[in-house]
């Protein structure tokens, strides 16, 4: 930078020995070429104004969409499982519910405000609905329910001579904790896919709708793994 200014510098003075006008010139020169005009202020500072314009609704649209419309969640835990794996990153519809109601198969994911904690389960039970849960086989008003999200993985344990879900009270619905079977207006009964390790209706109770965030529909990393959610 020193050799530049001094070199511009010895240029200058030189041009001032030959000829006076020269300077003139060349500074006329910087003006229109350079230089600083109040056009060209104008300009910069309407497209500094456009740009900020752009970055603001470009925020707020992000805030709409993460706040009203669909949001991102990362799957932490088995409890899901075979469907879900920990690390998945989900889009979860917050808008759906608006419109319509859950329904059996339908993956939410919901509020546990005595956990502080946001939960990924599958709807069961609606209002109405009598539900019991015995070992492996699901009843629903009186009737046994197929579930094809985890028939597979059902059919591959009793193969093996064991159950699918845990052993125990505390497994099967109603038990010691929850002996209510229908399920109330306002109301959902939600289980994890993996019924053996999964915290869900059995301990928690029934789920008050208002605390349903929405429901996952795109499983989006990895990438290898991206679909759409089947709600059954």
């Known amino acids: 930078m020193s050799v530049n200014n001094e070199n511009n510098e010895t240029f200058n003075n030189r041009e001032n020995e030959k000829s006076p006008s020269s300077e003139t010139y060349l500074n006329s020169q910087a003006d229109d070429t350079g230089g600083t005009t109040p056009a060209k202020e104008k300009k910069k500072s309407s497209e500094i104004v456009e740009w900020t314009k752009a970055l603001l609704i470009a925020v707020v649209l992000v805030v709409v969409i993460r706040q009203f419309l669909f949001t991102p969640y990362i799957v932490d835990g088995d409890s899901m499982q075979p469907n ?9 519809n917050k808008l759906v519910y608006q419109f319509g109601k859950p329904k059996f ?7 546990v405000p ?22 492996d086989d ?9 579930e094809p999200y985890i028939k597979e993985v059902i059919a591959s344990k009793h193969e093996a001579g064991m159950l699918y879900n845990g052993n125990g009270d505390m497994y099967n619905f109603p038990n010691a904790r929850n002996s209510e079977i229908e399920v109330p207006d306002g109301m959902i009964f939600a289980l994890g896919d993996n019924r053996g390790d999964s915290r869900d209706s059995r301990a928690l109770g029934f789920i008050d709708t208002k605390e349903i965030i929405g429901r996952a529909e795109l499983i989006f990393w990895p990438i290898k793994e991206v679909k759409f959610i089947n709600h059954y």
């Open 84 to 92: 879900f794996e920990t690390g998945e990153r989900l889009i979860v």
């Open 105 to 111: 198969g339908d993956v939410i994911v919901f509020n």
């Open 114 to 135: 005595e956990d502080n904690r946001k939960f990924i389960k599958r709807v069961i039970g609606v209002p109405g609905d009598k539900i019991e849960l015995l070992g």
């Open 138 to 146: 699901l009843y629903i008003n009186g009737q046994i329910v197929e």
